[in-house]
């Protein structure tokens, strides 16, 4: 409600950064442009989850593998098109994502972190073993969105990268409008005192059901293009790392604004890569900057921004 | 299906060796997690550290024995130097945030790991007592795996004992039980829930030292065993030994014996006993008794 | 109006309630008074589903409510405030009222306008706001009220159900003697189409507003009557008001 404004601001001014790099950078850069914005959609989705209703998972990366495989599988074993397998997958994780949270909403905070870490590895481990789907060697071939009617070739590295960038306004303008809504202020309200929203009428676990539901449905959108760009997946996708970066993604980017998310998303693929030329232990830099962020910034990097934009308003104005 | 005793024996061993392992790991979890709802995610890492812990004094001192008794000392100092400088400064802060700097101790930990040690496996020879095998049912099973059973049973006992009987074990099953009331009527909750989170940290550090003449050292160890002591803990219900004790044999014997008659459904079957558990009855099958005060 | 009739609730060993019943008739304002410890609180919590009851039958607007679950009962229109302040954090004033109106008025399940269109939601919370008291301080967070504000709060996000039966949990707790005053003046100036069932220890408030009032004590109901018969009581003046 009262941070509308701010992250219109924020959404805006991130847009317009992502254009400008889109558009004066090379090849590796539109590999990594891709990169953060498929990861900002995961980050947002997982946002939804942590940051409005409360709900901390470790085991998203579940339904971003399933958009993934479903997307590949249909391609590669069926031989559909890109759209409908597209269509397909994001339903498919959307559905499971139904099932899990029909019990997994029902449970408290610590309680639901280590059964969505469980269940993450528990659908890891399935197609992990699953010789259907290629068990640990995965799936190859993946055919992207055929856009050669408006002659655009997604092969084309700057044409993916603008089309990810795209799928990421929207999947934001989708979210946002999602968090503004009654929906939306109910997600928070349930977060804020979950006890009063009961006590004042609210179906506290359908309201959680969907938010899981919607945010699973957003990570297999980013699984979908995750396959299509590399055209190869892996169960790799869906190890606990996966999620637990997400997660890192969400709350050094600040969880609760969409925006700083997307941003956080962008913050750790370059730090990634450019402590990765430095030093091969990233993680340990990655997990030493996560417990910084937690224990003195636990809002993030948005929140502390806005407050400092607060402070200099007042020493300037 | 083979119903033949023999298989079915060897089997039932090596269901409660896992068990024995389990019920190391997830008992200090588990009461930890009663007594304060915090659960400390870099656990598995405890016992992968443990296990190096144990390589390094085994290369120095050659001996197993003592292995198995600096290990757990050495990780139940890293847990308390990390309580006193990190995690109770969190506490008070709220518990998620204590959770989430947990879950960033899981990087830190592999890395260090894989910083000291390398990234490949490396193993322990199990002590001479217990390297060679005994014949059950017809059937050799290496004595190790007995050995391993043992030293479940013998830490069952200890621990019973000192719940019912110390004042710490007082003091804890007071705490699990209700905590307000237990810090209003004066008892040092904070420091119990120290103790017990050094003992849980000296567990899990055993726990990798026993694994490992069984299971191979290596880094991302601590990710397999953490998610099935989490469905322990899940499944036995937070904040008991009893609870530890149920979860750990069901979960052994699930494992064990779905690996070895479905082992396409193995992995599946261990979720849906977790997802069943939690649909039926939300607190475990041992839940913890929030009393509620008129 | 609601109904309470045999109910039993134990913790284990500790019997809670002990066969209680009672009637509350539309309009009626209800006092229940009592030690601590005499389950007035588990009595509520018995009312609005929080805890299920052992045995016996709870009917509100001659529905059957025993097994219906909170959110079911507020929709029925039970409402409650609580003993220890439950607003919504990090928000205010307006927000929370807002928020509590959303949440009454069954629009959750809208998630693509945008909650600011619904005007009548603002409209709603101001004039809420204006009948607790809090007209003046719409914007103000609620860690930043002062505490007798926050129990103001408190009874108004409840009044954003529009309930039919209000259920208030010791709405005094704690407050300075003017801050009582003015809770005291927000209850007697509430509707008399609501029914209200208030748990209190301030006898001056208790005898203020009661039309009847119902004695607690171990569980089981002492005493019931005007107040003027719970005046005469010797019992019920011997162990109870002695402590006011």
């Given at each position: 409600?009262?941070g509308?404004?701010?992250?219109?601001?924020?959404?805006?001014?991130?847009?317009?950064?992502?254009?400008?790099?889109?558009?004066?950078?090379?090849?590796?850069g539109?590999?990594l442009i891709?990169?953060?914005?498929?990861?900002?959609i995961?980050?947002?989705?997982?946002?939804?989850?942590?940051?409005?209703?409360?709900?901390?998972?470790?085991?998203h990366?579940?339904?971003?593998g399933i958009?993934?495989?479903?997307?590949?599988?249909?391609?590669?074993?069926?031989?559909?098109?890109?759209?409908?397998?597209?269509?397909?997958?994001?339903?498919?994780?959307?559905?499971?994502?139904?099932?899990?949270?029909?019990?997994?909403?029902?449970?408290?905070?610590?309680?639901?972190?280590?059964?969505?870490?469980?269940?993450?590895?528990?659908?890891?481990?399935?197609?992990?073993?699953?010789?259907?789907?290629?068990?640990?060697?995965?799936?190859?071939?993946?055919?992207?969105?055929?856009?050669?009617?408006?002659?655009?070739?997604?092969?084309?590295?700057?044409?993916?990268?603008?089309?990810?960038?795209?799928?990421?306004?929207?999947?934001?303008?989708?979210?946002?409008?999602?968090?503004?809504?009654?929906?939306?202020?109910?997600?928070?309200?349930?977060?804020?005192?979950?006890?009063?929203?009961?006590?004042?009428?609210?179906?506290?676990?359908?309201?959680?059901?969907?938010?899981?539901?919607?945010?699973?449905?957003?990570?297999?959108?980013?699984?979908?293009?995750?396959?299509?760009?590399?055209?190869?997946?892996?169960?790799?996708?869906?190890?606990?790392?996966?999620?637990?970066e997400?997660?890192i993604?969400?709350?050094?980017?600040?969880?609760?604004?969409?925006?700083?998310?997307?941003?956080?998303?962008?913050?750790?693929?370059?730090?990634?890569?450019?402590?990765?030329?430095?030093?091969?232990?990233?993680m340990?830099?990655?997990?030493?900057?996560?417990?910084?962020?937690?224990?003195?910034?636990?809002?993030?990097?948005?929140?502390?921004?806005?407050?400092?934009?607060?402070?200099?308003?007042?020493?300037?104005? | 299906?083979?119903?033949?005793?023999?298989?079915?024996?060897?089997?039932?061993?090596?269901?409660?060796?896992?068990?024995?392992?389990?019920?190391?790991?997830?008992?200090?979890?588990?009461?930890?997690?009663?007594?304060?709802?915090?659960?400390?995610?870099?656990?598995?890492?405890?016992y992968?550290?443990?296990?190096?812990?144990?390589?390094?004094?085994?290369?120095?001192?050659?001996?197993?024995?003592?292995?198995?008794?600096?290990?757990?000392?050495?990780?139940?100092?890293?847990?308390?130097?990390?309580?006193?400088?990190?995690?109770?400064?969190?506490?008070?802060?709220?518990?998620?945030?204590?959770?989430?700097?947990?879950?960033?101790?899981?990087?830190?930990?592999?890395?260090?790991?894989?910083?000291?040690?390398?990234?490949?496996?490396?193993?322990?020879?199990?002590?001479?007592?217990?390297?060679?095998?005994?014949?059950?049912?017809?059937?050799?099973?290496?004595?190790?795996?007995?050995?391993?059973?043992g030293?479940?049973?013998?830490?069952?006992?200890?621990?019973?004992?000192?719940?019912?009987?110390?004042?710490?074990?007082?003091?804890?099953?007071?705490?699990?039980?209700?905590?307000?009331?237990?810090?209003?009527?004066?008892?040092?909750?904070?420091?119990?829930?120290?103790?017990?989170?050094?003992?849980?940290?000296?567990?899990?550090?055993?726990?990798?030292?026993?694994?490992?003449?069984?299971?191979?050292?290596?880094?991302?160890?601590?990710?397999?065993?953490?998610v099935?002591?989490?469905?322990?803990?899940?499944?036995?219900?937070?904040?008991?030994?009893?609870?530890?004790?149920?979860?750990?044999?069901?979960?052994?014997?699930?494992?064990?014996?779905?690996?070895?008659?479905?082992?396409?459904?193995?992995?599946?079957?261990?979720?849906?006993?977790?997802?069943?558990?939690?649909?039926?009855?939300?607190?475990?099958?041992?839940?913890?008794?929030?009393?509620?005060?008129? | 109006?609601?109904?309470a009739?045999g109910?039993?609730?134990?913790?284990?060993?500790?019997?809670?309630?002990?066969n209680?019943?009672?009637?509350?008739?539309?309009?009626?304002?209800?006092?229940?008074?009592?030690?601590?410890?005499?389950?007035?609180?588990?009595l509520?919590?018995?009312?609005?589903?929080?805890?299920?009851?052992?045995?016996?039958?709870?009917d509100?607007?001659?529905?059957?409510?025993?097994?219906?679950?909170?959110?079911?009962?507020?929709?029925?229109?039970?409402?409650?405030?609580?003993?220890?302040?439950?607003?919504?954090?990090?928000?205010?004033v307006?927000?929370?009222?807002?928020?509590?109106?959303?949440?009454?008025?069954?629009?959750?399940?809208?998630?693509?306008?945008?909650?600011?269109?619904?005007?009548?939601?603002?409209?709603?919370?101001e004039?809420?706001?204006?009948?607790?008291?809090?007209?003046?301080?719409?914007d103000?967070?609620?860690?930043?009220?002062?505490?007798?504000?926050?129990r103001?709060?408190?009874?108004?996000?409840?009044?954003?159900?529009?309930?039919?039966?209000?259920?208030?949990?010791?709405?005094?707790?704690?407050?300075?003697?003017?801050?009582?005053?003015?809770?005291k003046?927000?209850?007697?100036?509430?509707?008399?189409?609501?029914?209200?069932?208030?748990?209190?220890?301030?006898?001056?408030v208790?005898?203020?507003?009661?039309?009847?009032?119902?004695?607690?004590?171990?569980?089981?109901?002492?005493?019931?009557?005007?107040?003027?018969?719970?005046?005469?009581?010797a019992?019920?003046?011997a162990?109870?008001?002695g402590?006011?």
């Amino acid at each position: 409600m009262s941070g509308a404004r701010g992250r219109s601001a924020g959404a805006a001014l991130l847009a317009v950064i992502a254009f400008a790099a889109w558009l004066s950078v090379g090849y590796f850069g539109y590999e990594l442009i891709t990169e953060i914005a498929i990861l900002a959609i995961f980050a947002m989705s997982l946002d939804l989850l942590v940051g409005f209703a409360g709900m901390v998972s470790l085991g998203h990366a579940a339904f971003y593998g399933i958009g993934a495989y479903a997307i590949a599988a249909c391609t590669t074993m069926l031989g559909w098109s890109a759209f409908p397998a597209m269509a397909l997958a994001v339903a498919a994780s959307a559905a499971v994502a139904g099932i899990v949270g029909a019990f997994a909403v029902r449970l408290g905070g610590v309680f639901f972190i280590m059964v969505t870490l469980a269940i993450g590895e528990a659908v890891h481990a399935y197609l992990f073993n699953a010789r259907a789907f290629g068990g640990d060697d995965g799936l190859a071939g993946v055919s992207q969105l055929d856009l050669g009617a408006i002659g655009i070739d997604l092969a084309d590295p700057r044409a993916f990268a603008a089309f990810a960038l795209i799928a990421t306004g929207l999947s934001y303008a989708i979210l946002e409008t999602v968090v503004r809504s009654p929906f939306g202020c109910l997600l928070v309200a349930i977060h804020q005192n979950e006890r009063r929203a009961r006590a004042l009428g609210c179906r506290v676990e359908r309201v959680k059901l969907g938010a899981f539901t919607l945010a699973g449905a957003f990570a297999g959108l980013a699984g979908t293009l995750t396959a299509q760009h590399t055209r190869f997946i892996s169960p790799e996708l869906l190890a606990w790392t996966v999620s637990g970066e997400a997660l890192i993604v969400v709350i050094v980017g600040g969880m609760g604004s969409l925006v700083g998310p997307a941003a956080g998303a962008a913050v750790i693929v370059l730090a990634k890569y450019w402590v990765s030329g430095a030093t091969e232990f990233w993680m340990l830099c990655m997990g030493l900057a996560f417990i910084a962020v937690v224990v003195l910034a636990p809002n993030g990097l948005y929140a502390s921004l806005a407050a400092l934009r607060r402070r200099l308003r007042r020493v300037v104005c | 299906m083979l119903l033949d005793p023999t298989f079915l024996a060897i089997q039932a061993l090596n269901a409660l060796q896992l068990g024995s392992l389990l019920f190391l790991l997830s008992v200090g979890l588990s009461v930890v997690f009663g007594l304060m709802n915090f659960i400390n995610l870099a656990h598995g890492t405890f016992y992968m550290v443990g296990a190096y812990l144990g390589l390094v004094a085994v290369r120095e001192t050659g001996s197993f024995w003592l292995a198995l008794a600096l290990a757990p000392l050495g990780v139940a100092l890293v847990g308390a130097a990390l309580h006193v400088v990190l995690l109770r400064y969190m506490q008070r802060a709220s518990p998620m945030r204590q959770v989430l700097v947990t879950f960033g101790l899981i990087y830190v930990g592999l890395d260090l790991v894989r910083m000291l040690w390398g990234n490949y496996s490396h193993g322990i020879e199990p002590p001479v007592a217990f390297a060679g095998s005994v014949r059950i049912l017809g059937e050799t099973y290496p004595a190790y795996r007995l050995l391993v059973i043992g030293i479940g049973v013998i830490v069952l006992v200890a621990l019973a004992l000192v719940l019912e009987r110390t004042r710490l074990g007082a003091v804890v099953r007071a705490g699990v039980d209700d905590r307000e009331t237990a810090s209003a009527i004066g008892l040092n909750i904070d420091l119990a829930f120290f103790g017990v989170f050094c003992l849980g940290c000296a567990l899990a550090g055993l726990a990798g030292v026993v694994a490992a003449p069984v299971l191979s050292i290596h880094p991302g160890m601590d990710m397999s065993i953490l998610v099935l002591t989490l469905i322990v803990v899940v499944v036995g219900g937070p904040g008991s030994l009893r609870g530890a004790v149920l979860g750990s044999l069901l979960v052994g014997f699930v494992e064990t014996f779905g690996q070895v008659l479905a082992p396409a459904y193995a992995s599946m079957l261990l979720y849906a006993l977790m997802a069943l558990v939690l649909i039926l009855r939300p607190g475990g099958l041992v839940p913890v008794r929030r009393v509620v005060r008129a | 109006m609601l109904c309470a009739d045999g109910l039993q609730k134990r913790f284990g060993a500790l019997v809670v309630t002990r066969n209680v019943s009672f009637a509350l008739e539309p309009g009626e304002r209800r006092a229940l008074i009592g030690p601590n410890g005499a389950g007035k609180t588990t009595l509520f919590d018995l009312l609005t589903g929080e805890q299920r009851v052992d045995a016996g039958r709870i009917d509100f607007n001659s529905r059957d409510i025993t097994a219906d679950t909170p959110d079911a009962r507020a929709r029925a229109g039970l409402g409650r405030s609580f003993q220890r302040n439950s607003l919504f954090a990090g928000m205010s004033v307006a927000e929370n009222l807002v928020t509590a109106a959303a949440l009454a008025s069954g629009i959750g399940k809208v998630f693509w306008k945008p909650l600011v269109r619904y005007t009548r939601l603002r409209a709603k919370a101001e004039e809420i706001a204006n009948a607790v008291g809090l007209g003046d301080a719409m914007d103000v967070g609620v860690e930043a009220l002062p505490y007798g504000f926050q129990r103001q709060l408190e009874v108004g996000l409840a009044l954003a159900l529009d309930p039919v039966a209000l259920l208030l949990d010791e709405p005094t707790a704690g407050m300075s003697p003017e801050e009582t005053v003015a809770m005291k003046a927000l209850i007697a100036g509430l509707p008399r189409s609501l029914t209200v069932l208030v748990i209190e220890h301030d006898m001056d408030v208790v005898f203020d507003i009661a039309d009847h009032i119902t004695v607690l004590d171990a569980g089981s109901i002492l005493f019931e009557g005007t107040p003027e018969e719970v005046r005469g009581s010797a019992e019920v003046r011997a162990r109870y008001l002695g402590e006011a």
